[in-house]
């Protein structure tokens, strides 16, 4: 997102265009960027979609929030300048996986909305598929399946999204899931529905 810092870099391109990756795979290269409150079922429902997707024969990854904080990202805390930088890393690898021809399903709170719009801006037109797992706060409070709001109510966690920290939700997302009135498979479909009515995949 910024200069990178060197003055001899060159982003290199390489031989096989992305039509080919898509004749390969048969289907697009994108990433289905999933966004909601901690315990509002991103995750259940990207690794629902991820398996529909590989059930298909297609070339599918989920990102989960919590794998990458144990690795790349296990030197960032929840500070807001941390959810930036979580943020910005995991586009730019969303980015190589859908370079690659891959359709990624990226499971993060990601709370700020500029963010996600950076994220949207590094990729081409229909590549970006923002997913609002709209699950109101009372839900995923009562969920609580890691006990996280609990500690947060208690004072434990500090600068938790939805209590002390903001969540700006989407204003124009590709998919709407209201959890409310959908199980995990009728959410997943409804993903899978928005990629082969906009092209990304071909025939099951």
Request: aromatic letters at 8%; a negative charge.
């Amino acid at each position: 997102m910024g200069a990178p810092k060197g003055d001899n870099l060159t982003w290199h391109v390489g031989e096989i265009e992305k039509d080919a990756r898509a004749a390969a795979y048969g289907h697009r290269g994108a990433v289905l960027w999933f966004t909601g409150l901690s315990g509002s079922g991103k995750s259940t429902i990207g690794h629902r979609v991820e398996r529909m997707l590989v059930a298909r024969g297609a070339f599918a990854y989920v990102l989960d929030g919590d794998n990458i904080r144990h690795g790349l990202n296990s030197d960032l805390g929840f500070a807001p300048e941390d959810r930036v930088e979580n943020i910005r890393r995991i586009g730019e690898v969303a980015r190589l996986f859908a370079d690659a021809g891959a359709l990624v399903v990226s499971a993060f709170i990601s709370p700020y909305r500029a963010d996600r719009d950076r994220i949207r801006g590094l990729l081409g037109d229909g590549e970006f598929v923002e997913v609002f797992v709209d699950t109101p706060l009372e839900v995923c409070e009562a969920r609580d399946p890691k006990g996280l709001y609990k500690k947060a109510r208690a004072g434990e966690i500090q600068n938790f999204t939805g209590l002390d920290a903001p969540y700006e939700a989407p204003t124009a997302p590709e998919v709407h899931l209201r959890t409310a009135t959908l199980t995990v498979d009728e959410a997943a479909a409804q993903v899978i529905r928005y990629l082969e009515e906009h092209n990304v995949l071909g025939e099951s």
